[in-house]
């Protein structure tokens, strides 16, 4: 059986027998140290490429030339050296050739190397002050070429982590009832990392968290392997919500008591734990739902109806949910606009030069998942969203599938909106999240009407408040905002870097493992893949498989996902979806294959 120390790393340049991938998982010692050897080798160089190409000689079965910016599809000038304004993104690069993740992370929104980055900033002082004067787009954004035909998400991204993040708000919102002794604390900024984020990863420590994971179902012990549909919650989440209940408890912003003033606290402390979490700039621009599905009709049918016109085209990729793919056919019936759907390859993956062809001087508003739920393809959002914003189109994210499973900086995207699920990220179910750029929202009517959203209401006219709360009529899910800031402080201890680099390596082996067995086919196996690995078999259908697979206690999607255009597009009416989370394990997957294999065999 394979090893865990070979398992390569999917999609990465040169893992494996892939030539698509590097040879497996550098750890955060053997990451110090590359590091440390490149800056220090970089002030005063005369030929940066010599120390470049140096790099992979101390990394065994990594070609030379995976050293070279070039690599990366940018030329380097002759005359280049360590004080030219390019040389922190060169460090980078650099960085970026010695850890297999960076390049997995330009695909996928994760920033790892943003220590490379920093440390870059620290070792050339003059350079990093001579970038800051570039004109916007050098070298921080890399043109696009002409052709973007066969480009797609596993194209590496050379300077993703240079652009500058802003800092979040310091404080709350402020309510005549607080008082300063349950005033919220001011967030750590966005450039502070977490206290543990680099600790150890100890998957079994991590599974004594989740106390539903010693379930037995059937007489077996549970294999949760259905976490696209839902997560199951740590302790730290079932805990915070029984404190809640028990001594904070009361509808908030609107009373002078006690009570009002400790549940207050607890929600808008929520807001900024996932402004934080999601790199938002402002408390201001988070705005609490019930879901992803909420959050996407929301902004539908707010801005997708002011906006969007008779003839306007609202463009959605093959892989979208069903969520991703109504409402906007709501607002195409009532306004005269036009769907307009990037393909997707055999592999599941959206390519570039698709995308481009399908934006148009009509394309007003663009709508794409992050990760898709049915295949796990990871899109390239950046560039997508980009080629989007150049042709004056506002852009949403569904981000449903992707929060959980590696770090997300909405800014560093650009997104024009981003929305997400709290029962997805080990929270509770009932709440959810939209980001919105705060120009945006400021412009935006709003949505639903009633308490808590207005200024001012008499019978001849009312005026309504500012963001979020115009957005958040009613009373809100005060419990459910409370669990998922919870379970925000749970995974910013294990650090979101830490869960990805562990899911993926556990998705290299569950791809290794479903695909030895004999008649079973994956679907979807697009090189940037997060967390799902369906397949389908020629003797079982997938709803029979799922069911088999219950009996040994192993949890699995069987079915269309939620995402029919999906299936259609392989021909399919379902799949077997196991998708995996940080609480996963080697064990685990070698019990699906197990049970995977005695079914084939009755």
């Known amino acids: ?10 999609g990465v340049p040169g893992a494996g027998s892939d030539p698509g991938s590097l040879p497996g998982a550098i750890d955060e010692a053997n990451l110090d140290r590359i590091a440390r050897s490149l800056f220090a080798a970089i002030p005063g160089a005369a030929a940066p490429q010599a ?4 790099v992979p000689a101390s990394i065994p079965g990594v070609p030379a030339s995976y050293g070279m910016p070039s690599s990366y599809g940018v030329p380097v000038p002759p005359s280049l050296d360590a004080t030219t304004p390019d040389a922190p993104c060169l460090a980078t690069a650099m960085l970026d050739a010695a850890f297999p993740l960076a390049a997995f992370s330009r695909g996928s929104g994760i920033t790892p190397t943003a220590a490379g980055a920093a440390a870059a900033q620290t070792a050339l002082p003059e350079a990093t002050a001579a970038a800051a004067t570039l004109p916007a787009g050098i070298p921080y954004t890399p043109a696009l070429p002409l052709n973007l035909d066969g ?8 300077f993703d982590d240079a652009a500058p993040r802003v800092a ?3 404080g709350a919102p402020s309510y005549y009832f607080l008082t300063p002794a349950v005033a919220p604390a001011a967030p750590p900024s966005a450039n502070t990392s977490p206290q543990f984020a680099r600790r150890e990863f100890d998957v079994n420590e991590i599974r004594r968290d989740f106390p539903i994971l010693q379930e037995r179902v059937n007489g077996k012990q549970l294999v949760w392997l259905d976490n696209a549909a839902t997560t199951q919650k740590p302790r730290a989440v079932i805990d915070r919500l029984v404190r809640y209940y028990e001594h904070e408890y009361s509808n908030v912003h609107r009373a002078a008591h006690t009570l009002a003033a400790r ?3 607890a929600y808008e402390s929520a807001r900024q734990k996932l402004q934080r979490f999601l790199g938002a700039g402002s408390p201001s621009e988070i705005i609490f739902v019930r879901g992803t599905t909420e959050g996407v009709n929301l902004v539908a049918a707010t ?3 002011r906006y969007i016109g008779r003839g306007d085209e609202i463009v959605l990729s093959t892989l979208e949910h069903h969520s991703n793919i109504v409402p906007w056919q709501f607002i195409a019936e009532q306004v005269g606009a036009v769907i307009r759907v990037v393909p997707v390859t055999d592999r599941g993956e959206v390519m570039l030069g698709d995308f481009e062809k399908t934006l148009s001087t009509r394309t007003r508003f663009v709508a794409l998942t992050h990760v898709s739920n049915a295949l796990g393809t990871i899109l390239p959002l950046r560039e997508m969203i980009q080629m989007a914003h150049r042709r004056g189109a506002r852009v949403l994210i569904d981000g449903a599938q992707a929060v959980s499973h590696f770090p997300v900086n909405v800014q560093e995207l650009d997104a024009d909106f981003y929305v997400m699920s709290g029962h997805k990220l080990f929270g509770p179910s009932a ?3 939209v980001y919105g750029k705060k120009a945006l929202l400021d412009d935006m009517p709003p949505w639903q009407g009633g308490g808590n959203m207005i200024q001012r209401v008499t019978f001849e006219k009312s005026t309504f408040a500012d963001p979020p709360g115009r957005f958040e009529a009613g009373t809100a899910a005060l419990g459910p905002a409370v669990g998922l800031g919870a379970a925000v402080d749970y995974l910013e201890r294990i650090g979101m870097e830490n869960v990805a680099r562990h899911e993926r390596e556990l998705l290299a082996y569950a791809t290794e493992a479903l695909s030895r067995i004999p008649g079973v086919r994956l679907i979807g196996t697009a090189p940037e893949k ?5 397949f389908v078999t020629d003797q079982i259908p997938a709803e029979e498989m799922g069911k088999i697979l219950d009996q040994d206690g192993i949890a699995v999607r069987a079915g269309h996902h939620c995402a029919q255009p999906t299936m259609d597009r392989f021909g399919l009416e379902a799949t077997v979806r196991p998708s995996l989370a940080l609480y996963n394990t080697h064990d685990e997957i070698d019990q699906l294959e197990r049970a995977v294999r005695r079914a084939l065999r009755k």
């Open 431 to 433: 709440i959810g999240v």
């Open 1 to 10: 059986m394979t090893t865990r120390s070979e398992i390569p790393a999917i």
């Open 303 to 305: 801005y997708g109806r």
């Open 530 to 534: 997060a967390g799902v690995v369906s």
């Open 151 to 158: 480009l797609s998400g596993a194209m590496p991204r050379m």
């Open 51 to 54: 120390a470049i190409a140096a």
């Open 168 to 170: 979040p708000t310091a």
């Open 263 to 265: 549940s207050t606290d």
